[in-house]
């Protein structure tokens, strides 16, 4: 499992609160991504981060925002929820310098549900 | 930026015969086409990837072609078992040794019957 961990995995919240997903990870990866998925849409990356402090948008980063203050976790926060935010949220991991290479590793996945 | 097609969408196939899934994409700058298998309510797990230098790839059951010129790569799993059943996604991003920013395809839904 690459050593990751997301909490919370099943959350519920109201429209126009603030969520924060957090993704832990012990075997210290460089790369850390948040994807979400929906149906009829695959996989799509929210943010990235290549290292502490360092981090990117990806396609789809609209009401997000992230953090990484340490290079175990990475943070992803929704400041306000909408329902078009309802969705499966995925962190991952890659480490171009290990042998994996490109490859990505999934966390289990956080469910979120915004009423 | 990069986008990956994948078809079908829906795949059904009795046990013991072949599936075939397939992916376009349109950057001609990707270089790295992992498939991911997911079951349902878990994560997304590698299956078998590719790289540009290599135009075909095998791991038992599975293989991978690679089509640069045409930009398309699919996935052939033959013998199915009923523990193929899950969505299989195709995936493509550019670069190495650099984040790995997967544009994935929609998904297939791989229905194996007895």
């Known amino acids: 499992d690459a050593g990751i961990t997301q909490s919370p995995r099943h959350k519920v919240t109201e429209t126009g609160t603030p969520v924060t997903l957090r993704c832990h990870q012990t075997e210290n990866h460089r790369y850390m991504y948040w994807y979400r998925q929906d149906p009829g849409h695959g996989l799509r990356l929210i943010h990235y981060s290549y290292g502490v402090k360092d981090t990117d948008k990806g396609e789809v980063s609209d009401g997000y925002s992230v953090s990484r203050s340490k290079t175990e976790d990475f943070l992803l926060t929704l400041e306000s929820a909408t329902s078009s935010q309802t969705s499966v949220y995925f962190c991952?991991?890659?480490?171009?310098?290990?042998?994996?290479?490109?490859?990505?590793?999934f966390g289990e996945g956080s469910w979120l549900t915004v009423v | 930026g990069e986008n990956v097609e994948q078809h079908p969408s829906t795949l059904s196939v009795q046990e013991g015969d072949s599936a075939v899934i397939k992916c376009t994409y349109s950057d001609s700058a990707s270089n790295y086409f992992p498939w991911y298998k997911q079951e349902l309510g878990k994560r997304p797990q590698l299956i078998i990837d590719?790289?540009?230098?290599?135009g075909e790839k095998k791991d038992q059951r599975i293989a991978v072609t690679l089509n640069k010129t045409a930009k398309h790569f699919s996935l052939h799993i033959t013998e199915t078992q009923p523990e193929d059943s899950a969505v299989y996604f195709c995936?493509?991003?550019?670069?190495?040794?650099?984040?790995?920013?997967?544009?994935f395809g929609t998904g297939t839904r791989l229905q194996v019957t007895l």
């Open positions: 590719i790289r540009s230098n290599v």
């Open positions: 991952a991991i890659s480490d171009p310098g290990r042998t994996s290479g490109n490859t990505i590793y």
């Open positions: 995936a493509a991003s550019i670069g190495t040794g650099t984040a790995s920013k997967l544009t």
